[in-house]
């Protein structure tokens, strides 16, 4: 009897996809702690800025009300791009080994995958000072920091520090006003609630002791600590900067769409007798609007 083309990769991938399945679930996903993550059915998401009505003004007596309309701004498009990588396992190497070196393929398959997902959505962040190539941009064209997003009533607002400060209590003061006097589109007051200080491990000590710590760190006045227990320490290891640091609202516009997970295959090779595995998924991330994210690069 003919043995199936597909028979020693079908007997080899339950044991290799249970391995990669297993060592993604064994690493705690970074980006969803901060990023709002969500299925996709189209080949892209699309978002308009809209600006909706001025403060309401006041009528003198047998006059005719003021009619006001909202302002259209401009558009942003988040493509979903595809992912692939593949690898064979020898006729040899299945049949010699013993050591668990396929498995340790497959686990090593699981960490290629985890630095994608990862790394697009950190980079997000990690691009969102820099102008020019590769910048994250808001809606409003300027990037995802910036001391001046102009505003389609007019006038600006800022969502970085307007010097690059060091994680401190007075820098993190800083950038929490900013949070207090947020403005919409039309410059009324649209208050942003921060709870998440976002930061790389560089800064998880500096952020245990001011977000811990009873009295003030750093100096020996017994001065109480105002930020304590105020946010969230949240760390990302696919920050690139040691330096910077980032506070998110309880809502914000940071956004990854899921339009394909995570999918195994697998086939044996007629040529080479070797099995051949691979992966393909799609996603798209990005960081449509400014409001509800502010940060410094650090000093």
Known sequence: MATSRGAMSQLLAPGLHDVIYQDLD??????????????????????????????????PEGEVLVMDDPIQGGSWRLTHQSYALGFQVTREMYGDDQYGKIKQVASDFSSSIKQTVETAPANILNNGFNAGAGATISVDGVTLFNTAHPLLGGGTYSNRAQTDISLSVSGLQEILLLFERMVNERGLIKRSIPVQLIIPPDLQYIAGEILNSAYKPGVGTNEVNVMQGRLEPIMNHYLVSKTAWYVAGMKHFLQFFWREQPMFDNQDDFFTKGMNFSTFFRFSTGAWYWHGIAGSRGA
């Not at 064994?26 to 403060?55: D, H, K, M, N, W």
């Open 26 to 59: 064994a690493q705690p996903e970074e980006f969803s702690q901060i990023f709002t993550v969500g299925p996709s059915t189209r080949a892209y998401e699309e978002e308009i800025l809209l600006a909706g009505l001025a403060a309401v003004p006041t009528k």
